[in-house]
């Protein structure tokens, strides 16, 4: 299995920006020989006014286009919703589920996470399912923690790929990310929650503060990255994609 890198931009960026730094992406992914021949996958999630042309932007490049966030609802009378159909019609392969900020911000429940993974699904996108426990301790209560969320979310989810990003709450916007040993242990017991024939294909990720350096430590321990803040730089982006050629280069 590739190793899967993501990045979301949040609302960091307007829409010239956006462009801007997608096309900086583009030029950095077409000469990483880790992308072309298929040892790592790489999406990237701007703001929905600017999907269509970040898309047309990275068509001839090997980066995959993905959203932040998509209705629970197919269609109908939702203002402001944006649904997966939609999504999906416009070319996005990945959509973001069940962020910390979704949650602590707008609402979100397990019961709306839930739907939304199962919405994405519908809709053949690959849902990135963030979960993490609030509180930093030890990693045995937060795998624990996290495998729950993780059974809620897909309880009722139609069969599919899902990436799973693991970020702890505590860790979302800290200096540093969460220690290596914390996330190997969790990662692993999210892996074993995951396996399955209706989950052919899908991957734990790390996300919460992730930048250039992380994936070197982390090794096998993961399945990728979700990075944010510290890959708005496309050259901090170029660091973490030699470090994924690095550890899957044949011997």
Known sequence: MSLVLGVS???YLGHAQTLEWSRAVAAVADGAAVLRDGR???FVMPTFPSLPAVAEVLAASPVSVGAQDLAAADSGAYTGEVSGSVL???GTAY????HAE???LFGEDEAV???KAAAALRHGLVPVLCLGEAAQGDPETAAAECARQLRSAL????AGRVVVAYEPQWAIGAERPAPTEHIVAVVAHLRA???GPDRTGSAVVYGGSAGPGLLTRLGAGVDGLFLGRFAHDPQALATVLAEADDLTRPA
């Open 155 to 158: 309880a009722d989810a139609p």
């Open 40 to 42: 790592a996958e790489l």
């Open 113 to 115: 996470v839930a739907a």
């Open 9 to 11: 931009l949040k609302m």
């Open 95 to 98: 959509v973001e589920v069940g």
């Open 102 to 104: 979704r949650r602590r």
């Open 88 to 90: 999906a019609e416009l």
């Open 193 to 195: 929650a995951l396996a």
